[in-house]
Nanobody, 122 residues
Framework: QVHLVESGGGSVEAGGSLRLSCAAS????????MGWFRQGAGKGREGVAF???????SVVDAVKDRFTISKDNADNTLYLEMNNLEAEDTGMYYC????????????????WGQGTQVTVSS
């Protein structure tokens, strides 16, 4: 059974940084594509950054100069390094995983965590 647990969220001032982690059990990063999504208040869920089983990454234009996705296959942990945070980055951040890159990037991943809240004050 796949289990994803996010951590690292919190409240920061604009311009600050946070590092989110997603600990995975029951899934091997060497086989799965993983990603981060976020959902702000009153907004739909949107993809933020993705990494495939071989380590190739894709980050959406809105954050590509500020966010970095990475993973540690040895301990099955996914990371999202977020720098120069803006108020618009506020929301619940979720990690997700799927064997299919297409399913993941379309938001149809099989496996999801419970989320970690990020709040950025301006």
């Amino acid at each position: 059974q796949v289990h994803l647990v996010e951590s690292g969220g919190g409240s920061v001032e604009a311009g600050g940084s946070l590092r989110l982690s997603c600990a995975a059990s029951g899934v091997s990063h060497s086989r799965y594509s993983m990603g981060w999504f976020r959902q702000g208040a009153g907004k739909g869920r949107e993809g933020v950054a993705f990494i495939d089983s071989e380590g190739s990454t894709s980050v959406v234009d809105a954050v590509k100069d500020r966010f970095t996705i990475s993973k540690d296959n040895a301990d099955n942990t996914l990371y999202l390094e977020m720098n120069n945070l803006e108020a618009e980055d506020t929301g619940m951040y979720y990690c997700a995983g799927d064997v299919s890159w297409t399913m993941l990037t379309k938001g149809w991943a099989t496996n999801w965590g419970q989320g970690t809240q990020v709040t950025v004050s301006s």
